[in-house]
């Protein structure tokens, strides 16, 4: 019971910096990150890679994962960035494709279907497991910490205050002397960068990961964390992500105790609460638990 | 050159299907202003509905069709309605995420109801035909021709009866067409009807040719809207011209690289129009 709520809240602890990279994207500057599982993979595979291959350590493993991560998406993305915003969408999900078959085709590299194993985790010489599992989840929730104290600075600097302009009117922030696509690009770099950190977290906590274990399903999971807790707000998002955790494990034990259905449908049930209650929050409380909090306009 | 050839022939086949959701979907955008992101799971939706019409009731493939068009579209409406309707003043993100979110929900209906098994139709098998060296399947071939017949029926459809002048008026110019009368929630309504069962139709279509599972539709979801945005999100010869060329191309990428990264081509394409030309061959609506 207790290693499962421990792995609870680890899986919360990534979801929650996953949470995080979304709404400094979406809730800050107005961007949709469909593919936000793609760069959550490109980090995770990026680690991976790195320390199993090269031996490198972990600390500097999950720093390539964050670097790659940005130079992927902004690669992926600039075309798009000068854009309106559907196109950005449609580019992220298209991208978080590419990932996947890559990941599934070039064996060389990422061993195809049959994943990387063997991901080095920190000090596996001096933990037993449960250690292990204790330890990885206060570091996994102090780097959430610290993500959330950067980002609600980011979220209340002068920087922070151009995204939210450039989302609510665009044209006027670029009146008003702005450099739109250099805002957003940094923006998306440091959202694709937190994301690619989470699934370097992700990888060495497991020590295996393959193509399977990036679902588009989990970007929904991360808009449904976003869009409860409160969008425009890194506390909201940290909560949301919580939240979810707490929901998707809750809808799991409902799946299970329907009587009469097989394993699929009791996953299918899961998903569609996901998809219900994603739909039912945007309708009936699409500001979320802890909604933006709105300074209000300097008086003169 | 015969390989070359019979790739750009299978390319026209795979891309005239490809139109049929590829037109609903733009047509969706064009009056409605939002990119509807769960056309891939009502294209999922429409092949079960003419699968369980074609192996359980016996229809044929046109009643079969017109099955998949039909529920297709009313589950459209009913989402449209349920779902998003109320979010559009919220915004054109803000609907695309709960189409997502819907598209979710319905494919994990599916799954629900049939499973994650792979089904097929219950068509004859044909032997193919060869001409001058190229391969073509009669199911295939019949499968063109129930497309033009559909595209031509959109064409009329758009061009001809009250309801498609009042979808393109409002896509040219909502104010205008509102001054003349024409219901903007009736018109929306319609294009939703008409967007959704045209991608039932084509989830139909492009599942005759192998088999269905609960993914199919959001398989297509990238080549669709590669289609639409490369002719012009919101044009409906554009979305048509689109899909042939992303069809083609990926029947030539099929050549010189693996069959597995066909579905990147749409992305490819995506990434390439929208840093060159992002308004799209035939120009996008404004």
Wanted: proline share 4%; net charge positive; charged share 10%.
């Amino acid at each position: 019971m207790l290693s499962y709520l421990v792995f609870a809240l680890i899986t919360a602890g990534i979801y929650g910096i996953l949470a995080l990279s979304l709404n400094l994207i979406w809730g800050a500057a107005g961007m949709v990150n469909l593919g936000l599982v793609g760069f959550f993979a490109v980090g995770a595979y990026a680690s991976a890679l790195l320390t199993t291959l090269t031996g490198m350590p972990i600390w500097l493993g999950l720093i390539c994962s964050m670097a790659v991560g940005a130079l992927v998406g902004v690669a992926a993305t600039s075309a798009t960035l000068r854009l309106r915003g559907d196109y950005l969408a449609i580019v992220t999900l298209g991208f978080a494709e590419v990932v996947r078959l890559v990941a599934l085709n070039e064996r060389w590299l990422t061993k195809g279907a049959d994943g990387i194993s063997g991901i080095p985790r920190p000090f596996a010489g001096l933990l037993n497991p449960a250690q292990f599992q204790i330890f990885y989840m206060v570091l996994v929730l102090a780097i959430m910490i610290v993500a959330f104290l950067l980002l609600r600075r980011i979220d209340r600097s002068p920087f922070g205050r151009v995204l939210k302009a450039i989302r609510e009117d665009q044209e006027l922030a670029s009146f008003a002397g702005k450099r739109i696509v250099r805002f957003k690009m940094i923006a998306f770099a440091l959202s694709a960068a937190l994301a690619g950190l989470a699934g370097g977290l992700y990888a060495h906590f497991q020590s295996y990961i393959s193509p399977d274990h990036f679902q588009s399903l989990l970007t929904i999971y991360i808009f449904l964390a976003v869009t409860a807790g409160g969008v425009g707000r890194p506390a909201g998002a940290v909560l949301g992500a919580f939240l979810v955790v707490g929901f998707l494990e809750g809808a799991r034990f409902i799946a299970h105790i329907i009587p009469g259905i097989s394993a699929v449908q009791a996953a299918s049930v899961r998903e569609m609460m996901v998809g219900l209650a994603l739909i039912l929050i945007l309708q009936f409380r699409a500001q979320g638990v802890l909604p933006e909090q709105r300074l209000p306009a300097p008086k003169r | 050159m015969i390989p070359l050839i019979q790739a750009i022939l299978n390319g026209i086949m795979a891309g005239s299907l490809l139109a049929i959701p590829a037109m609903g979907l733009t047509a969706m955008f064009a009056v409605l202003r939002y990119a509807n992101f769960s056309i891939g799971a009502l294209a999922t939706i429409g092949a079960f509905a003419a699968w369980y019409a074609n192996t359980v009731f016996g229809w044929s493939e046109i009643p079969a069709l017109i099955a998949a068009f039909v529920v297709a579209a009313l589950v459209g409406m009913l989402v449209e309605q349920l779902a998003l309707k109320r979010l559009r003043p919220a915004g054109a993100l803000t609907v695309a995420i709960a189409s997502i979110a819907a598209s979710v929900l319905l494919e994990n209906v599916v799954r629900f109801i049939f499973g994650n098994d792979l089904r097929a139709f219950d068509t004859p098998l044909v032997r193919d035909w060869f001409f001058w060296g190229l391969r073509v399947g009669p199911q295939q071939l019949q499968n063109v021709i129930i497309a033009v017949v559909i595209m031509a029926l959109v064409f009329g459809f758009l061009s001809l009866t009250r309801y498609g002048k009042a979808m393109r008026a409002v896509a040219d110019n909502p104010d205008l067409a509102r001054i003349y009368r024409m219901d903007p929630q009736k018109i929306a309504m319609a294009t939703v009807a008409l967007g959704t069962g045209l991608a039932g139709v084509g989830g139909m279509l492009l599942g005759l040719d192998s088999a269905i599972e609960p993914m199919t539709g959001s398989r297509l979801l990238l080549p669709i809207f590669a289609a639409a945005v490369l002719g012009g999100l919101g044009s409906i010869p554009g979305a048509l011209l689109g899909a042939l060329i992303i069809g083609v191309g990926e029947e030539i990428s099929l050549l010189f690289m693996p069959a597995t990264y066909r579905s990147a081509i749409g992305f490819v394409v995506i990434l390439l129009v929208l840093s060159m030309r992002p308004q799209g061959i035939l120009g996008e609506r404004r």
